[in-house]
């Protein structure tokens, strides 16, 4: 069996569908993914700031040790935040954009704690990918 090749532009993880039946409702899409991190071992908080034209949408995930809610609102001092276009939150929750390259491309933006991002994307993975930009 031969191996395969390994190099410094393989394939960057994807993560596993959150689209719903509504494909365009962004609010289902953290829903989705509050159901796929309810056995995570992490906590924290996360928010996910969803720019449309103008306007600034705040979804955030609480993890703890009764697993992974949702809600609607702004925090002050998340573990992590996540900004970025309504257009590219939908490709990535689609699994058709890779979080690190839109973040590499300059389409998404992040505050905060970067391990717990990265432990949260293995969770959601769709696929093996690699999982650092670097």
């Known amino acids: ?32 993914m509050a159901e796929m991190l309810k056995k995570s071992a992490d906590n924290g908080s996360i928010q996910f700031r969803i720019v449309d034209k103008d306007q600034h949408r705040y979804w955030n995930l609480r993890l703890d040790a009764q697993g992974c809610s949702v809600h609607v609102e702004r925090l002050n001092k998340p573990d992590l935040e996540i900004i970025t ?10 699994g ?32 093996e990918g690699k999982t650092d930009i670097c």
């Open 96 to 127: 058709k954009l890779s979080p690190l390259i839109a973040f590499a491309r300059g389409k998404m933006r992040i505050r905060g704690d970067e391990k717990l991002g990265k432990r949260l994307l293995k969770q959601l993975a769709s696929s």
């Open 1 to 32: 069996m031969a191996k395969a090749k390994h190099s410094k532009y393989a394939k960057y993880v994807t993560v596993r569908s959150l689209l719903g039946r509504k494909k365009g409702d962004v609010g289902e899409t953290f829903e989705r």
């Open 85 to 94: 276009k309504v257009e590219t939150w939908l490709q990535m929750a689609g």
